[in-house]
């Protein structure tokens, strides 16, 4: 398979293009490239008028009220000195006033509409995220400043669609009535994405459809029978796509009758689906033909672009816990570029790559100063965010190259100096904009999808599942864990080394019920992946012979470790230990059935 690189000569810089805009850039994306100028300018001034907006709505709210700020304050300097840095848990109990129904000016003077739910979760339970009636026009504004960059390195992108995987989860109402959804299940289910819908091969209805096979094999069916209008394949996240390939390789054979008879297979069975798909697949025996031909093969290096041969790149966000799954989109995408285009979380909109043809391991995204007052905490690199001295916090106008900062965001809906938990890295400047690379996400050791499970919830799990072999006489001596995706869905594996009383063996019948006794005390954004959409295997324990845990800090010893200082990591990725613990390896056990999940837990 060929690779394909992007053509050089139109790597432009936006400012070039902006210099020549008749010969390169399309007229209506020169105003969105000049406010990207403009914005990554005067990062500093629209930082303040930034604030000063948002103090201007909110200050005269109860929270900031408690905090010292009276309506009218909105300057920086009485801001910094008043108003404290938080985490989740400090504004809960007035978050959960709002979602019982107060409605009085609590965080923000302007009407909560809406609640992100969001993928982190605290102490088990998901993050609800205020939404004011605005942040819809803020997120959009950003998102339609991706387009006219890829413009620039992918012309023409609009004489095709996109295939891209897309779901939506599950709705609930809180106790006051209000809505609680992921930030993409409402983008997808706004007025404004179905308004675009021509520019995708997946019918609105399939994405909206909450069952996930359904859903998936129509995207899948769709795509297929549009194939060669497709100039790009992608999914929000790369975990998504690489399910949807996994999907295909699983199911091409019925996807193939389908395309010959032109009959949808009946175990979608949705009507909504079903009359928008029947629009699209036609009877086609040539083209079921091709799809076993080369879906038989058995290799699937290069499956995107065989399949959907007017692919120009892969858009779909590798960066973070998304980069484990770069080595399966580069093989199965046969070297074309893949893009991560933007940043985000259910707070707030961060910012985009303005550079979105670089390798995946160059990727660093430009925080827009419009779309929330930005603070940074300085870290030292490795170091562990803890409590916070405010008086280190830096402006976004401040950071430094090649430093490592804990970031934090004051909202519009009336979060303030909120630790969002996630560490970036200044690698460099747009103007004046800096750029981050995404580091980590604070604390988490684990994650496949969007399930983030940190340090302290892991414990937990292995606390609680242990105690299934307390009646044998054993007890969990050592544990760690890692992501393993190297089948998908990917799944979690923990390693045990057992320390055993009695000398028995505890059954394996016991073991797989620990494993599912763990995925019972995982968080609840785990458990709805494991239950709605399969986008997450069984959990695995893998029992490792006595000694094993010693042999490990042995090797991290050997490796620079001090022996004075060894703690027992809680997730490995080091290809060496990882070898090392599966080499020592006595049995595997899976949960045998998926846990508990009801919707808004
Ligand atoms: P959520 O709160 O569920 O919306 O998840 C938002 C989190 O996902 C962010 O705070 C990041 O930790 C992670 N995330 C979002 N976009 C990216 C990205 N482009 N690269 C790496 N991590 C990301």
Known sequence: MAVRTPDVSRLLTIDAALQSPAATVKEADVEKLRLIEELTTNVDAVQERVLSEILGRNAGAEYLNTCGLDAGDTGRATFRAKVPVVSYDDLKPYIQRIADGDRSPILSTHPITEFFTSSGTSAGERKLIPVVMDDSGRSHALHSLIAPVLNLYMPELDKGKGLYFLFVKSETKTRGGLTAWPVLTSIF??????????????????????????????????????????????????????????????????LAVDIEAGELNPR????????????????????????????????????????????????????????????????????????????????????????PMCDPSEVSYTIMPNMAYFEFLPLSTGEVPGAVDASRLVDLAGVEVGREYEVLVTTYAGLSRYRVGDVLRVTGF??????????????????????????????????????????????VAEFTSRACTERIPGHYVVYWELMTDSGDMVDGET???????????????????????????????????????????????????????????????????????????????????????????
């Open 268 to 355: 979608v069975a949705d009507p909504s689906v079903r009359e928008a798909v029947a629009g699209i697949l036609r009877p086609d025996a040539e083209r079921a033909e091709f799809i076993r031909a080369e879906c038989s093969k058995g290799d699937w290096d290069g499956i995107i672009t065989r399949v959907w041969p007017n692919t120009k790149y892969v858009d779909t966000v590798v960066t973070g816990a998304m980069a484990q799954y770069i080595p399966t989109l580069q093989h199965c995408s046969g070297g074309l570029p893949i893009v991560s285009t933007a940043y985000a979380s259910s707070e707030c909109f961060f910012g985009i790559n303005l550079r």
């Open 430 to 475: 747009h103007n004046a904009a800096p750029q981050f690379r995404f580091v980590r996400r604070q604390n988490v050791v684990l994650s496949i999808e969007t399930d983030k499970t940190d340090e302290a919830e892991l414990l937990r799990a292995v606390e609680r599942a242990s105690a299934l072999l307390r009646p044998h006489g054993t007890s």
């Open 189 to 254: 289910k706004s007025e404004r994405f179905k308004k675009q819908s021509n520019a995708y091969t997946s019918p609105t209805a399939a994405i909206l459809c909450e069952d996930a096979f359904q859903s998936m094999y129509a995207q899948m069916v769709c795509g297929l029978c549009q194939r060669h209008d497709v100039l790009r394949v992608g999914a929000t996240f790369a975990a998504a796509l690489v399910r949807a390939i996994r999907f295909l390789q699983l199911n091409w054979a019925q």
């Open 511 to 601: 073991l797989a019920r620990c494993c599912l006794e763990m995925e019972e005390a995982l968080n609840p954004v785990y458990r709805r992946n494991r239950v709605t959409d399969g986008s997450i295997g069984p959990l695995e324990i893998r029992v490792v012979r006595p000694g094993t845990f010693q042999e490990l800090m042995d090797l991290a010893v050997s490796r620079g470790t001090s022996i004075g200082q060894y703690k027992m990591l809680r997730c490995v990725t080091l290809p060496s230990m990882v070898e090392l613990l599966d080499s020592r390896v006595v049995s595997t056990h899976f949960s045998p059935a998926v846990p508990h999940w009801t919707p808004g837990s």
